[in-house]
């Protein structure tokens, strides 16, 4: 019987380990991706629509990533080094990204709602070739695989279980067996 304690003490512990919470981590800051479709709706470049992606941390609000063909020229995080995105009490306004070379554009975030975002541009440098357009953007959701538990919990547990009924089954056959008669003197 003396050998069994320390025994039931070992899957005690194992089962109480096993099914312990997981201490929660620490928030860390998301990455949140979008994209943005421009419809040109003023000036010299009307018709046109134009598309890009950006991507901003979620505790600096600093871009991370910034994609946008204009004009035959590529740009990205690099071209506005002050580009962030801008909220109001948690709502999303906009996108704050501007380039002062020709071709000079900004996105202009919205005042109030991110419906009064826009896009202005002007293509030489004396203004008379300007226009604007509107902002659509798309928040691009991806599954977060992170977050599925893997299988060692569950093997630990189970593991425990199935040892725990083992030693259950030991003890009740020890305790079965008749104790034997001792001989008198």
């Keep these: 019987m003396t050998s069994l304690l320390p025994k039931l003490a070992f899957v005690t512990t194992g089962l109480a380990l096993g099914m312990a919470v997981v201490q929660p981590a620490p928030i ?21 629509s134009y598309s890009g992606t950006f991507s901003y941390n979620s505790q600096t609000f600093g871009l991370t990533d910034f994609s946008f063909l204009f004009q035959g020229t590529q740009y990205d995080e690099g071209d506005d080094p ?4 801008i909220f109001d009490n948690g709502v999303f306004l906009g996108l704050e990204y501007s380039v002062d070379t020709l071709p000079a554009f900004s996105f202009v975030p919205g005042f109030f709602d991110v419906s009064e975002a826009f896009f202005a ?3 030489d440098a004396i203004g008379s070739q300007g226009g604007a357009g509107s902002l659509a953007f798309t928040r691009v959701v991806t599954p977060d695989t992170s977050a599925v538990p893997g299988p060692l919990p569950l093997l630990g547990a189970a593991a425990c279980f199935g040892y725990s009924r083992r ?11 008749p104790a034997p008669a001792s001989k008198p003197d």
């Excluded at 419809?39 to 018709?47: M, R």
């Excluded at 002050?82 to 995105?85: F, T």
């Excluded at 030693?167 to 067996?177: G, K, N, P, Y």
Aim: aromatic share 8%; net charge neutral.
């Design 28 to 48: 860390k800051a998301a990455v949140v991706d979008y994209t943005f479709d421009i419809l040109i709706d003023s000036g010299p470049l009307t018709p046109n």
């Design 82 to 85: 002050n580009a962030s995105v």
């Design 121 to 123: 541009y002007d293509l």
């Design 167 to 177: 030693l259950r089954q030991r003890i009740q056959r020890t305790a079965a067996v």
